[in-house]
């Protein structure tokens, strides 16, 4: 049985909340907390498995309570967010960055279309998140770290190809990785990168908002036709597969999911390798699932380099896992050194 506290000011909302977990045979919430003391006396107490974080709250905000936790009784975090808008969306984020696994919109009253799938959507979250045994918190990105030197052979290799473009795919645990890996690539940063992250929908503009606070990389959501210029990041917008064209544009499709998701990183990397072959370079970090995993051995496969995130940085390692199965990698490193490894690739020394 997996034990729930939820921490959250608004009693309705905590019965609404209580309701949908203990509507699973798997789930039992334990308790429940109306601010941040509240919070504390109750992980203390009751040694949840999973916590459930409201943003805005009286006495000690979402970012406050969830470092104090991770401080003191680290435990699986999931943030459920109340609103849409931009900045607490940002805000969710950087509570991710003093620990907090996951972030997700509070689903829908009962009778809304939407009701049952954001409920599912929650409650395979917490399932998902109690399954994670060491709750690692993420420093701030920094860039003095020792660059990490690729092989005098890749660089080579790299140098001989020209490395046009890098895609990379994500899911969850994905955010605070991208933020690593981006925030310590330089402002001269050679080629675009375009970015699926597999993320609630509502949330992505906030997330870019978060990701540009912290990086030198222009970053911004992408839209279709768009020109993808050296040195700017592009993410997917919500319900678009996202690709690349040769000419050096973004083209945006509306389809069936693939994978079970819209967008795709599986549709993002078979783009890439289509359009720039050899000329690419593919990043798959943390995520669960196997979205992805099989378009990566294809790039590969066709001559381009492809970097997977490594088991021991990585919050869930569905994603990139499934890739080192398959033999799709041809680095597996952690954040830091990823984007160490890209800026010696696409500016070889």
């Not at 050296?230 to 509306?254: K, N, Q, T």
Request: net charge negative.
């Amino acid at each position: 049985m997996i034990k729930v506290l939820i921490v959250e000011d608004s009693a309705v909302v905590r019965e609404f909340l209580a309701y949908i977990l203990n509507s699973d045979p798997e789930i039992e919430v334990v308790g429940v907390a109306s601010d941040g003391e509240e919070a504390l006396e109750a992980v203390a107490r009751l040694r949840p498995d999973v916590i459930t974080m409201d943003i805005n709250m009286p006495k000690a905000n979402g970012f406050e309570v969830t470092r104090w936790i991770m401080e003191s009784h680290p435990t699986p975090i999931v943030i459920v967010s109340g609103s849409y808008d931009t900045r607490e969306v940002a805000i969710s984020f950087r509570v991710m960055e003093a620990g907090a696994l996951a972030a997700l919109p509070r689903p829908a009253g009962i009778g809304h279309p939407d009701h049952e799938a954001m409920a599912r959507e929650l409650i395979q979250t917490v399932k998902l998140m109690s399954e994670v045994k060491v709750v690692r918190r993420w420093p701030r990105a920094r860039n003095d770290t020792p660059a990490w030197q690729a092989p005098a052979e890749v660089k080579e290799k790299a140098a001989r190809k020209e490395v046009r473009l890098v895609a990379i795919g994500a899911s969850t645990g994905g955010p605070l990785a991208l933020q690593i890996v981006l925030s310590r690539l330089p402002a001269a940063f050679p080629v675009p990168i375009l970015i699926v992250q597999h993320i609630s929908p509502g949330f992505v503009q906030g997330f870019v908002e978060w990701l540009a606070g912290s990086c030198v990389l222009p970053i911004q959501v992408g839209a279709h036709g768009q020109g993808i210029l050296p040195g700017e990041a592009y993410v997917a917008p919500d319900g678009f597969h996202m690709g690349v064209a040769a000419g050096g544009w973004i083209v945006l499709s509306r389809c069936e999911s693939e994978n079970g998701l819209c967008p795709s990183v599986s549709t993002l990397f078979r783009s890439a390798v289509a359009a720039y072959g050899p000329g690419a370079v593919g990043v798959l970090l943390s995520g669960m699932g196997k979205d992805g995993a099989k378009e990566l051995k294809l790039m590969k496969e066709r001559g381009a380099i492809t970097i997977v995130q490594d088991r021991e940085s990585s919050v869930v390692h569905g994603m990139a896992g499934e890739a080192i199965q398959l033999d799709a990698a041809s680095y597996v490193l952690p954040p830091d050194k990823i984007a160490a490894a890209l800026a010696a690739l696409v500016k070889p020394s």
